[in-house]
């Protein structure tokens, strides 16, 4: 890949539109700006609209151009960004005429890879917009968003900063008398040690509330055969997705669907239910369902009314909600004597109690998620970075006042960071950060 190639792509949605845009990066792009609008006067970011020919002089489209010269662009470099019509025989033919200019395709995330070359993202700041990009809710959006903008690169950096000072001091107690130092230096190190160990602890613990923000709350329907969770499963996503029969085991694989609930986005899955078969294909479907339940954040947990009153009934716990199904076939006194606070009684035939079942997991959603979750975007790479961190701190404070192990641990806590905004890095990292955007990012 060279990175003095000018290249372009399409920056919105594929498939028919009303409007395309594409973007084009490159070193020294105002002749051809000049040549694709016809006119040798240019004024930066002013939009110009334009007969867009192609080198024999025949009309590709009619559409806007912008030219946006280095180094105020996304990338640092000179960007144009052509908005034509959004039929694909105008975006293939536009890609051809730029293909005759000597450009080329651009690989997914190229034009970011370029902006963090240029200084004008770190990789902090790319995880955010690639968490942007896959933000389905209005929470994920706000979420990535701050990431993208910085928020995460200042938390880092001051961290990084501060292993670095640290790290400093403690190899400087090496070499100079303590009257050359500030005083009481050592405990003054270690307590900020132990303030950052904490921070990245509690950051880590957070993650889990980052997943279900950035991936989705797994939520699993769950309970014996026949016991109604295919009904309560449709009833919930509003369309008939999962098959409801009378027949037992009749759900053999998970069926899921995503909803949102309060900007909460919830991967809500209905599973096969759990009982002795001698059936193969069966079989299968229990245990992918004990690993839906070892994956769930929440548990709605099914139940009949005879199995609620039989001996050996589920209790609940924190993450589950017990919702006893085929209400309709219960006397008014049961109904009183069985409602509560996470016992929920809902007739999915009838649609009774659905609405209060939806209330009690709002509720829920918002009990374990609301203000829990880690302010960083915290990704599969930037998770194992910190627990990096956090190990190399926790060492650091065990090597007590051996300050040449104390120097060695904060500066790997130190170097760990670094690789997640990209001060330290590896061709390896970059692949795979930057390999999670689109084309045209």
Known sequence: MNNNDTIFALSSGH??????????????????????????????????????????????????????????????????????????????????????????????????????????????????????????????????????????????????????????????????????????????????????????????????????????????????????????????????????????????????????????????????GIRETDDVIENIGIERTKTEIENADIIIRVQTPEQQSSKCKVQSVNNEIIVINKSDLLSKIELCTWNSENLICVSAHTGDGMDALMNVLREKIHEMFDGRESELVINARTKTLLETAYNELENAIGAGDNYDIFAEHTRRASDAIGKILGTITANEILDMTFGQLCLGK
Not at 242 to 257: L, Y
Request: glycine letters at 8%; hydrophobic letters at 40%; a negative charge.
């Open 15 to 272: 498939g028919k539109s009303g409007v395309a845009v594409i973007r084009i990066s490159g070193e020294n792009l105002g002749d051809i700006f000049a040549r694709f609008v016809n006119k040798t006067d240019i004024k930066p970011r002013h939009a110009y609209f334009t007969n867009l020919c192609d080198n024999a002089g025949e009309l590709i489209d009619q559409c806007l151009a912008i030219y946006f010269p280095a180094p105020h662009s996304f990338t640092g470099e000179d960007v144009i960004e052509l908005h034509t019509h959004g039929a694909p025989a105008v975006i293939n033919a536009v890609f051809e005429y730029l293909g005759t200019l000597g450009m080329r395709m651009a690989t997914p995330g190229e034009f970011s890879r370029r902006a963090f070359y240029n200084n004008k993202m770190d990789l902090a700041d790319v995880d955010g917009l690639a968490a942007l990009l896959d933000a389905q809710t209005d929470i994920q959006r706000k979420h990535a968003l701050q990431s993208m903008l910085g928020r995460d690169s200042e938390i880092y950096n001051t961290w990084r900063n501060q292993m670095v000072e640290i790290s400093a001091f403690a190899a400087a107690m090496l070499d100079y008398s303590p009257d050359d130092l500030p005083a009481n230096i050592g405990d003054t190190i270690t307590t900020r040690t132990k303030k950052l160990y904490d921070e990245i602890g509690a950051a880590l613990r957070g993650y889990r509330t980052a997943r279900a923000i950035r991936g989705g709350i797994n939520v699993a329907l769950v309970g014996e055969t026949n016991v109604g969770k295919s009904s309560i499963f449709n009833y919930m996503v509003g369309a008939n997705r999962a098959i409801v029969s009378d027949i037992a085991g009749t759900t053999r694989d998970i069926v899921s669907a995503v909803i949102d609930i309060d900007g909460y986005m919830v991967n809500l899955s209905d599973t096969a």
